[in-house]
């Protein structure tokens, strides 16, 4: 039961360049979350599927596009990269029941630097 | 949107001691708080959670409360030990909605 996997977990590119950050989850979640990481801002959230089919922004999605594959994958793309989305971004899950929101489980996280 | 504060964002401790991370939050609509782990360059982890119907919950040497009324909930960790040494997240949500983060508060327990 691997959980979360978030594959790369490192990458660095130059600026203009795209790429995708895959991400998959073997819990049978419902939702899934991409969040970006920097030094004192703790977790922002940039994109979230409540469920499969549906997509919605967070907080700081400018830069960035998502595509919820199916229930298990949820990828984030950044179409032309710049140097101040060098960022750790982290894919989680979670469900969400009718007895509340359950805890968010994290993959390993993805470190991405843009020159 | 919800909005959640979290104090302090640093907290050196001597090991035997308590640690005390206060959070706040905004949207009385919030009824579910975790605080997750994370230590360095590695990914935040569950450590306790609460609901909006409990007041207080314990694990071992981990314990939350929430004040629903002032909307504040707390982490409070006895006999700290190096190992308990990273940052801390607290974090908000409403039922079938997303997350709301704290900025972090970085534990350090002096041996």
């Known amino acids: 039961n691997a959980g979360v996997t978030q594959t790369p977990k490192f990458q660095v590119l130059k600026t203009g360049q795209s790429m995708t950050l895959q991400c998959a989850q073997d819990?049978?979640?419902?939702?899934m979350y991409w969040y970006r990481q920097d030094p004192g801002m703790g977790l922002r959230l940039i994109y979230y599927?409540?469920?499969?089919?549906?997509?919605d922004k967070g907080e700081v999605p400018n830069g960035y596009n998502v595509s919820r594959l199916n229930k298990r994958e949820f990828s984030l793309r950044l179409e032309s990269a710049a140097p101040s989305q060098t960022s750790v971004y982290f894919c989680?899950?979670?469900?969400?029941?009718?007895?509340?929101?359950?805890?968010?489980?994290f993959g390993d996280g993805t470190r991405l630097s843009i020159l | 949107g919800e909005n959640v504060e979290q104090h302090p964002s640093t907290l050196s401790v001597q090991e035997g001691d308590s640690a005390v991370i206060k959070c706040t939050y905004s949207d009385s609509a919030s009824n579910y708080f975790p605080w997750y782990k994370q230590e360095l360059g590695k990914r935040p982890q569950l450590i306790i959670d609460?609901?909006?119907?409990?007041g207080e919950k314990k694990d071992q040497r981990i314990a939350v409360t929430l004040n629903k009324t002032a909307k504040h909930f707390s982490l409070h960790i006895t006999e700290t030990q190096p190992e308990d040494s990273a940052v801390y997240f607290c974090?908000?949500?409403?039922?079938?909605?997303?997350?709301?983060f704290g900025t972090g508060t970085s534990l350090t327990v002096i041996p």
């Open positions: 609460i609901r909006s119907n409990v």
């Open positions: 599927s409540a469920s499969e089919g549906t997509t």
């Open positions: 989680a899950s979670s469900e969400a029941s009718r007895r509340g929101n359950q805890p968010q489980h």
């Open positions: 819990m049978n979640h419902n939702s």
């Open positions: 974090a908000a949500s409403i039922i079938g909605n997303q997350f709301y």
